[in-house]
């Protein structure tokens, strides 16, 4: 990947940056920042050590080698036990298929199966039904006036769509919602003591939800995915807590994956529509161009703006020479700005080939669960067009003071 050179630039010039990126003008507008840190070249060393990346194609490249791995539990039991690694819900987020690296990757992902076409279609009339009645309440709601689209479609999509799926209890719902937006803080690039706490105790909470379910649905088994992994870890493991472990991993993983990420990309999609009346009056005229302004919304902000991944070996990135159990972090928000793989990218433009997006990840992490992400989005993008008159965004809306995960904290919105 190029020569190698001695790390000249001063990590702590990118300092200011990530302190700006945590400002309430920061989170709402961070591409600015993004282009100032990639203006110091496509990889430059992060302030707390380690390296950032910028650039698409690099980016692209390390998550898809097989040499770049992700932060596992050895590699977290290896940063000692008073780092943020060895967290109780950094721990136990360790556990989960997003964290694992080959062969137990592989062996884990098949356990979990996959959002196939047949499964797409059964779950599509689900997250339709839900979608109805969802803007049905927006409707009714913005008959006052104006109404949060966040609080009363975004954040309840994901979690119906899920819940219904997974059979779990809708009285949970809420909660285990509230709990995913918890524990997201053990994820982040510098989490405070104060949020890892907070990580750590929804994550116990997520633990004790999931392993009752684990045994009460081992009494009546079903038709539903826990039922069903139930039956699949049982063949692979004989020791039965070791079984229920592994379902409960794949059941949090599930929850976490199909909540967080997916609420924030509806809450943007939405703005996106919203914010400019000539994108609701083209997907009115241009129905099909649905799929397309999704995952042009996915490029021009992707819920998750940072991935990362450690050296399984001494490596060369961009002429800096990578040690071997070094992290790189992946600043995907700004690899989507790149002028060098998109031409003006700064401009959002349904038309334009996104086929090169990372929102997804890429490689053998590719994310199991777009296939439903991109449902859920399409469906609702679809009927809102379709179903409402045009909606106006009445303000701004507030961001969470995030940088790995992004997350609009409400968008309110009125008929035009």
Known sequence: MGSTTTPVTDRRAAVALFSRLRTPQGQADPFPLYARLRSRGAVTPAPWGGYLVTGHDLCAGVLRCGDWLEPDRGWRARQGSGTRWNAPSAREIGNTLPALNAPEHTRVRRAAGSFDRSSIQELGRTVSGIVDGLLDTLAERLRDGEADFADLVSERLPIATIGSWLALPRADWARLRDLTHEQVFTQELLPSASQLARSDAAMAELRTYFMDLIRHRRNRLGDDPVSRWIRTWDAMEPDREQADEGVYFLALFVLLAALETTSTLLSTMALLLVERPERWDLLTARPDLVPAFVEETLRYDPPTHVISRVAGKDLTLGGYEVRADEMVHLMVGAAHRDPARYPDPDRFDPGRDTTQHLAFSAG?????????????????????VTRLPRLALVRRPPMAPRVVFRRLLSLDVSYA
């Open 364 to 384: 053998s992490h590719y994310c199991l669960g777009a296939p439903l992400a991109r449902l859920e989005a399409q469906t609702l993008l679809r009927h809102l």
